[in-house]
Nanobody
Framework: QVQLVESGGGLVQAGDSLRLSCAAS????????MGWFRQAPGKEREFVAAINRSGTGTYYADSVKGRFTISSDNAKNTAYLQMNSLKPEDTAVYYC???????????????????WGKGTLVTVSS
């Protein structure tokens, strides 16, 4: 099993930046890629960004390209989501997830995730 714990959420103003972290524990080595998803109030959960565990490949939703950057530090078993130029429409609960077998592209194109964190709330005020 893999346990994922998100942190770094909070209340910011439009245009601000925020960095989310996802700390992994357990059998982390069995995961091949990680992703960030978000769910806004009243909406379905959507893909945000993904990265291969090796850090060599990334995949982004069109809505965050150029503003968000996903990265990982395998020595710390941690993935990050740097969010710049935040907009009110970025307000959501952000979830970290891991895939045992898939790539970042697999995650970004609807692949099934095997492990999920409980989420961290990001609120962007206008």
């Amino acid at each position: 099993q893999v346990q994922l714990v998100e942190s770094g959420g909070g209340l910011v103003q439009a245009g601000d930046s925020l960095r989310l972290s996802c700390a992994a524990s357990g059998r982390w080595f069995v995961s091949s890629a990680m992703g960030w998803f978000r769910q806004a109030p009243g909406k379905e959960r959507e893909f945000v960004a993904a990265i291969n565990r090796s850090g060599t490949g990334t995949y982004y939703a069109d809505s965050v390209k150029g503003r968000f950057t996903i990265s990982s530090d395998n020595a710390k078993n941690t993935a990050y989501l740097q969010m710049n130029s935040l907009k009110p429409e970025d307000t959501a609960v952000y979830y970290c997830a891991a895939s045992k077998y898939g790539s970042s592209q697999y995650i970004g194109t609807g692949g099934v995730m095997d492990y999920w964190g409980k989420g961290t709330l990001v609120t962007v005020s206008s």
